[in-house]
């Protein structure tokens, strides 16, 4: 009785330094990423790097998952697990890249992201039909909310928004992950 508690407390640690070893992995990746955002405000190759590297971000959940299913779970891995794992891998990801995050408002941008959008509102806006410029009131209210927050506001409007978009991910990775025990 006592070491069935014990495998299933060992398994719970595991699961957990697992996913958290993987939401390192992920979460670095997300920081690489995030380097191009900010460069990409100066140059679109930077930037459509950055969009296809957020592009790519359920593919290497993905084989995170699956890596985990095969060295670490033997082969099986049901779903509930696997969309256990895969949230758990996001969130710690959405944790370490909200540390990059921090730094980068707090003592790097100094309003450059949004000074920018702004200059390409008002090019827009130069040129813009009646239809158009109702869209481009609602941008720039849009804009000047971004602008009255906080560097720590931003990082935690990310986590979230991290947090629900990688947990949407999780369901259609864990069915694609998911795999029973073989029955002969």
């Given at each position: ?7 299933m ?18 979460g ?19 930037l ?61 941008d100094?309003?450059?992201?949004v ?23 609602q941008?720039?209210?849009?804009l ?41």
């Open positions: 009785m006592l070491y069935s508690i014990y495998i407390i060992d398994k719970k640690r595991n699961f957990q330094e697992d996913a958290m070893r993987y939401g390192t992995l992920m670095i990746f997300w920081t690489v990423k995030f380097v191009f955002f900010p460069l990409g405000m100066q140059s679109p190759l930077l459509m790097a950055f969009f296809l590297l957020t592009l790519i971000v359920p593919v290497v959940g993905f084989f995170f998952a699956r890596q985990y299913r095969d060295r670490e779970c033997g082969g099986v891995l049901t779903f509930g697990r696997a969309f256990l794992f895969t949230s758990f891998m996001y969130l710690f990801a959405a944790l370490f890249v909200t540390i990059a995050h921090y730094i980068y408002f707090q003592f790097m100094h309003g450059m992201i000074n920018t959008y702004q200059g390409m509102l008002d090019q827009m806006s130069a040129v813009a039909t009646d239809d158009m410029k109702v869209s481009l009131d941008f720039q209210q849009a000047d909310i971004i602008a009255s927050l906080s560097p720590l506001e931003i990082c935690i409007q990310l986590i979230t928004q991290n947090v629900f978009y990688c947990t949407l991910i999780a369901l259609p990775t864990a069915l694609l992950v998911m795999r029973k025990p073989k029955t002969f």
